[in-house]
């Protein structure tokens, strides 16, 4: 059983390559398509490592990942920002809402499963 | 002032698009070139000359709020064995900008209150405009089909293919678009232009860049 990884995009096309890119690496992937569903995840489960991207409908990304810090279970699984979101004070409202790595679209598959190895290997 | 893309070193910025006052159609005009996108507001019309890119028109039926992007993708082939564009395959660096063009201009949409299910498309472009070997603008628009299907946005309407260049004006609050046929001589600026612009996406790998936050 690999680790757990919990991937939370609105865009299905994205949710399919991030998906794709990170269970090829032998991780074991969930997704959620938007910060709500997310949430309702990472109250139920704990993961490894969550990915979520930043601009989605009824809950955005920053919001569910501050509002999981909540749940003991999932309280200090580290966070991957995925996003085409590149400003400087984007960057450090993902920082305050407790997110480790902002990373920009498009990604490049291998980085991405580098921060994922750095992070929890 | 909305925001635009632009594909200059591979890397999307923002930038104020150029915007101009229109006596004749007595609107304001955002002109958006190729990489660049443009949420428009009322009173306002978006326009672009495409060659063989691909302007997608995204509409949010309840709020009345549209957008249109004037992408295009790397010169590769992404066609897999069986002769199918694969808009998911993470190792295609065209499905990773194409998707990335799409999904800016969608988030607009989404950070003004948009619903993904209320979306709609009308597509134009990907004309061959160039005697070369590979027909982009074919494969835009396998690209831009496929993408749509998946992410479930409905096409509404089309004007792709065929040879001649296209300007496109769209109305964003009414989802309302005027085409017009370029005559192919004068094609030139047009061609240059998405050629520059691809040239800028395969000089750069798809390399997005990692920040860690607590450093």
């Known amino acids: 059983m690999g680790k757990k990884i919990l991937l939370v995009d609105d865009s299905e096309s994205m949710r399919k390559i991030a998906g794709k890119a990170i269970s090829d690496a032998g991780y074991d992937v ?6 709500k569903l997310g949430l309702s995840k990472i109250e139920k489960e704990k993961y490894d490592a969550i990915i979520s991207d930043v601009n989605m409908p009824n809950m955005n990304g920053l919001e569910m990942v501050k509002a999981g810090r909540m749940f003991a279970s999932n309280k200090y699984t580290p966070v991957i920002m995925l996003t085409t979101e590149s400003s400087d004070e984007m960057r450090q409202k993902g920082k305050e809402a407790g997110a480790k790595v902002w990373v920009v679209k498009p990604f490049n598959p291998d980085q991405l499963l580098g921060v994922l190895k750095k992070l929890i290997g | 002032m909305r925001n635009v893309i632009t594909g200059e070193d591979g890397v999307y910025k923002t930038k104020s698009a150029s915007r101009y006052w229109d006596a004749r159609l007595k609107c304001h005009i955002v002109k958006i070139l190729p990489g660049e996108y443009a949420v428009g507001e009322a ?35 992404y066609k897999n064995r069986s002769g199918e564009n694969n808009v998911t395959d ?60 998946i992410e479930k946005i409905k096409i509404l309407s089309e004007d792709v293919g065929g040879f001649l260049p296209r300007k496109i004006y769209y109305n964003p609050t009414t989802n309302d678009v005027y085409v017009k046929r370029i005559e192919r001589a004068n094609a030139g600026d047009i061609i240059v232009a998405e050629n520059a612009c691809r040239k800028n996406i395969k000089d750069k790998e798809a390399d997005g860049k990692v920040y860690f936050l607590d450093t």
């Open chain 1, 30 to 35: 969930t997704t959620a398509e938007d910060g």
């Open chain 2, 43 to 77: 009173g306002e019309m978006i326009v672009t000359i495409l060659g063989s890119c691909i302007a997608a028109c995204i509409y949010e039926k309840v709020l009345g709020i549209g957008g249109m992007n004037h992408f295009m993708l790397p010169f590769e082939k």
């Open chain 2, 90 to 149: 993470y190792k295609s660096l065209t499905a990773r900008y194409g998707n990335v063009a799409m999904e800016m201009l969608i988030n607009e949409i989404i950070k003004k209150g948009g619903m993904r299910y209320n979306l709609e498309a009308k597509i134009f472009g990907g004309a061959s405009i160039t005697d070369t070997s590979t027909d982009i603008g074919a494969e835009n628009i396998a690209f831009v089909r496929e993408y749509l299907a």
